[in-house]
Nanobody, 114 residues
Framework: QVQLVESGGGLVQAGGSLRLSCAPS????????MAWYRQAPGKQREWVAS???????DYEDSVKGRFTISRDNAKNTVYLQMNSLKPEDTAVYYC????????WGQGNQVTVSS
């Protein structure tokens, strides 16, 4: 089964930046939406941002103006540029691709220190 592989997480100080990447391990056909979710310790997984195939993007309110989602349709790759990071952004970040199938990444830890 094809999986999504994430990279780019790590530890950063508050106010810093990180860029997450997510690419499939194999071929995924007819992806419509690619998105990022996150799950903080003791909390439920929440949606962060999404990018439709046609270019429309949407963001959760707390990340608007700080995070930017982008995708490369030719490579079925999605990115999340995270600027002005805050300690409350600390979480495991997951990418997701939906269309004919529903694929998730394995999760990538992002830790923001104060």
């Amino acid at each position: 089964q094809v999986q999504l592989v994430e990279s780019g997480g790590g530890l950063v100080q508050a106010g810093g930046s990180l860029r997450l990447s997510c690419a499939p391990s194999g071929i995924i056909y007819s992806i419509s939406t690619m998105a990022w979710y996150r799950q903080a310790p003791g909390k439920q997984r929440e949606w962060v941002a999404s990018a439709a195939r046609g270019g429309t993007t949407d963001y959760e309110d707390s990340v608007k103006g700080r995070f930017t989602i982008s995708r490369d349709n030719a490579k079925n790759t999605v990115y999340l540029q995270m600027n002005s990071l805050k300690p409350e952004d600390t979480a495991v970040y997951y990418c997701r691709a939906t269309g004919l199938s529903d694929c998730w990444g394995q999760g990538n830890q992002v830790t923001v220190s104060s």
